[in-house]
């Protein structure tokens, strides 16, 4: 299996998924975009393997610059220097890299019972849902989102106690777990609850017979990653305009 085609495919049906929802997915030759209005996220536009090619890159462009909601661009593929001069080229900057990364589910993880993770399943929890997550991540994810996909993509509010101290979104395909989206609260950090929340997902997955487990990590979350075994494959760099 080729896993790093497996977390792609992952990532690009969330985004898929979460575009078709608001009836704003568009597919083309050579590459793809989803908005949602009154979101950040995802808002983007990602290519067929192809990116480089000058002719899509020009489309991509025109397709950038066209579009009411402000789109990022993401790209994995091969040729990123290449790619990464042509997209500055053409008055593009890097907004963020992040790397993708796999586990293949053997072990159940050790659980210390101190937190509990709670599915948004109302429009309340996806309020809160909603207003936790940036304070992690910096961009909004909107509760209409939430409403309009929990069915198919899983959200999730960690609680201590009975505080919400952070959130976490799990997407089922195949027989993979995508882990996406899991931030703790500022003040509830360096306490080791992103590597319970991840302990959690893992042992449920495993009852469910998954095999394996990916992500997105930023350079700065990696080491907590590698240490429950995950492995580094992939980058995956994502731009925007300068002038949007």
């Not at 290519?47 to 402000?70: D, M, N, Q």
């Not at 931030?183 to 360096?190: A, S, Y």
């Not at 907590?224 to 995956?236: I, S």
């Amino acid at each position: 299996m080729d896993i790093n085609k497996v977390n792609i495919n992952n990532l690009v049906s969330l985004w898929e998924t979460v575009g078709d929802s608001f009836q704003n997915m568009t597919g083309g030759k050579g590459f793809s975009y989803c908005q949602v209005p009154g979101s950040e996220w995802p808002n983007r536009l990602w290519f067929h393997g192809e990116g480089y090619k000058k002719e899509t890159l020009k489309a991509a462009i025109e397709t950038v610059r066209s579009t009411s909601v402000p789109l990022s661009v993401s790209y994995w593929g091969k040729e990123s220097d290449t790619f990464q001069s042509a997209m500055e080229a053409e008055g593009f900057v890097k907004k963020s890299g992040q790397i993708g990364m796999s586990l293949r589910l053997e072990q159940e993880f050790k659980s210390l019972g101190r937190i509990r993770l709670r599915r948004v399943d109302s429009e309340h929890d996806a309020r809160l849902w909603s207003e936790i997550y940036p304070k992690s991540f910096g961009y909004t994810i909107s509760a209409a989102t939430l409403l309009k996909t929990k069915g198919s993509i899983l959200y999730y509010l960690i609680y201590l106690d009975e505080h919400p101290i952070g959130t976490v979104i799990v997407y089922p395909t195949e027989n993979v777990i995508g882990i996406h989206g899991l931030g703790i609260l500022p003040q509830f950090r360096k306490q080791g609850f992103a590597e319970e929340t991840m302990g959690i997902l893992i042992n449920n997955a495993l009852h469910h017979n998954i095999k394996w487990a990916t992500l997105q990590s930023s350079s700065m979350g990696k080491n907590m990653y590698l240490k429950l075994g995950f492995t580094e494959d992939f980058l995956m760099t994502t731009y925007k305009m300068f002038d949007l």
